[in-house]
Nanobody, 119 residues
Framework: QVQLVESGGGLVQPGGSLRLSCTAS????????MGWYRQVPGKQRELVAR???????NYGDSVKGRFTLSTDNAKNTVYLQMNSLKPEDTAVYYC?????????????WGQGTQVTVSS
């Protein structure tokens, strides 16, 4: 079981920046992958950015070059720095953790944090 605590959402103008953080209740070193997804009503949840065991980071195509994922292993926390925000980035952002234990894979989600980009 993993608990996730998210923070950092809010309202920002187009072109602005926000930083989201997500803290896990267990060591990042015991986690297969950790990152952020987002969802708008009526659409599927989509990948924003995730870091996989070994350090590889995957970004969604729409955020490449604007968003940066980083980690603080001592705090079991991942950060999503979002720059040059656009109205189409408006969504609920969910922190996600994937655990692999033998043949089984588990996914855990945070409660979600709203990001609204609007003038």
């Amino acid at each position: 079981q993993v608990q996730l605590v998210e923070s950092g959402g809010g309202l920002v103008q187009p072109g602005g920046s926000l930083r989201l953080s997500c803290t896990a209740s267990r060591s990042i070193f015991s986690i297969y992958a950790m990152g952020w997804y987002r969802q708008v009503p009526g659409k599927q949840r989509e990948l924003v950015a995730r870091i996989v065991s070994g350090g590889r980071i995957n970004y969604g195509d729409s955020v490449k070059g604007r968003f940066t994922l980083s980690t603080d292993n001592a705090k079991n926390t991942v950060y999503l720095q979002m720059n040059s925000l656009k109205p189409e980035d408006t969504a609920v952002y969910y922190c996600n953790v994937e655990l692999v234990q033998g043949p089984d894979q588990y996914a855990y989600w945070g409660q979600g944090t709203q990001v609204t980009v609007s003038s």
